[in-house]
């Protein structure tokens, strides 16, 4: 299962129960290039309009931490500065790009690439980066 997940956040693939739930939308997912609002009538059209018009919602980031072999633990804090900004949702170690890989909801403006936070592993505080999103097919 770790080496599933490992290769799954260093792919940018999201899980149901963790990055998915009932409670986020595929705009706050990252997903919105996937709604068609001009297909005409679906389910979900509503929620995904209410998405839009709400100012005030969360932004999947990936960050990219400095930890060598050291993975964050599912609902451990995102810190900026001392104060909580957000939770793991997932983390594994991305072999193939070297770091420790972790996904979180964040405030817009903290959800920006390179923002620096931080996440505590083991008790230590870990250089945490916001990422850009990888690339889609």
């Given at each position: ?49 209410k998405e ?73 505080r870990r ?11």
């Open positions: 299962l770790h080496a599933f997940d490992s290769l799954r956040v260093e792919a940018g693939i999201l899980l149901w129960g963790r990055e998915l739930t009932t409670e986020t939308g595929p705009l706050q997912a990252g997903l919105g290039h996937l709604v068609d609002a001009g297909k005409g009538d679906f389910i979900g059209r509503r929620a995904v309009a839009r018009r709400s100012g005030r919602r969360l932004r999947l980031a990936r960050l990219m931490i400095e930890a060598k072999g050291a993975v964050a633990r599912i609902g451990e804090g995102v810190l900026d500065g001392d104060a909580v900004a957000g939770l793991v949702t997932s983390a594994g170690y991305g072999h193939g790009l070297g770091k420790s890989i972790a996904f979180t909801y964040l405030a817009p403006g903290l959800a920006e690439p390179g923002k620096e936070l931080a996440v505590k592993i083991n008790g230590r250089l945490a980066v916001v990422a850009e999103p990888p690339a889609r097919a």
